[in-house]
């Protein structure tokens, strides 16, 4: 971002200061029954996105909009797939109380990488049998599993109660043994496959820097580009 929009914000350089925005970009899509193979499947073409730089508040607004206008006071079943931040949880008490909320499996493949790495060093994994009992969705064993070992240093303690945490937070949410059994998705791939597509390939090049005006102006036109609604976008601009 350009440094007048980061002014007295922090960041993660190492004097504290930051260089970048966060963008918080949401999907809507239709599940199909399942593929040849028993896995959930999304009906073609059916992705819609939206996202800006804006707060958590404003954009449960956005998403839960474009929620209603792909039809979600008609749908049988809605599924909400997060990565389990705190604000996710906030926007689906608001706007999707009623849905099925589902933490994405991969983001808590990662945090379980964060536990390893925290007890055995950055090249360490996650034993098989933790990774058995997360997929299974036994959370209750996996955060006794991973937390019979503390590191000695008050930072590694702390750290590992952090790690934990989320796991204890989120354990609801990630009943995938179970999810699995009702052909539901556990993964958010299409969101972040849609973080490169809509948002990284235009906005992240080198050398660029960005307003958060321009950024949320170009994520808009992204949007409606790789929702298949660009020429409905022009058209509402010549009314």
């Not at 929620?67 to 008490?93: F, K, M, S």
């Not at 303690?157 to 204890?168: R, S, T």
């Not at 998705?185 to 809509?198: K, L, M, P």
Request: hydrophobic residues 40%; positive net charge.
């Amino acid at each position: 971002m350009r440094p007048v929009e980061l002014a007295g914000r922090w960041g993660k350089q190492m004097d504290g200061s930051a260089r970048t925005r966060e963008a918080k970009l949401g999907c809507v899509f239709t599940q199909l029954g399942v593929d040849g193979q028993d896995r959930p499947q999304r009906a073609p073409d059916s992705t819609t996105y939206v996202g800006a730089i804006e707060s958590s508040e404003l954009f449960g607004w956005r998403i839960y909009a474009e929620a209603l206008r792909r039809g979600l006071t008609q749908a049988r079943q809605v599924i909400v797939l997060t990565d389990g931040a705190r604000y996710n949880h906030t926007i689906v008490r608001l706007h999707f109380a009623q849905a099925i909320h589902i933490v994405d499996l991969f983001h808590a493949f990662e945090h379980l990488g964060v536990i390893a790495k925290i007890l055995w060093g950055p090249e360490a994994k996650a034993p098989q049998r933790w990774r058995d009992l997360l997929e299974a969705g036994d959370i209750a064993a996996l955060v006794r599993k991973a937390g019979q070992r503390l590191p000695g240093c008050a930072a590694g303690k702390k750290a590992m109660h952090k790690a934990l945490h989320y796991f204890e937070e989120n354990a609801a949410h990630m009943r995938y043994a179970e999810y699995r059994k009702n052909k539901l998705f556990v993964g958010s791939g299409v969101v972040e496959a849609g973080c490169r597509t809509v948002i990284g390939q235009r906005l992240k090049q080198s050398g660029m820097r960005w307003s958060v005006r321009g950024a949320n102006a170009i994520i808009a036109l992204r949007c409606c580009i790789m929702s298949g609604r660009f020429e409905d976008f022009w058209a509402s601009r010549t009314r």
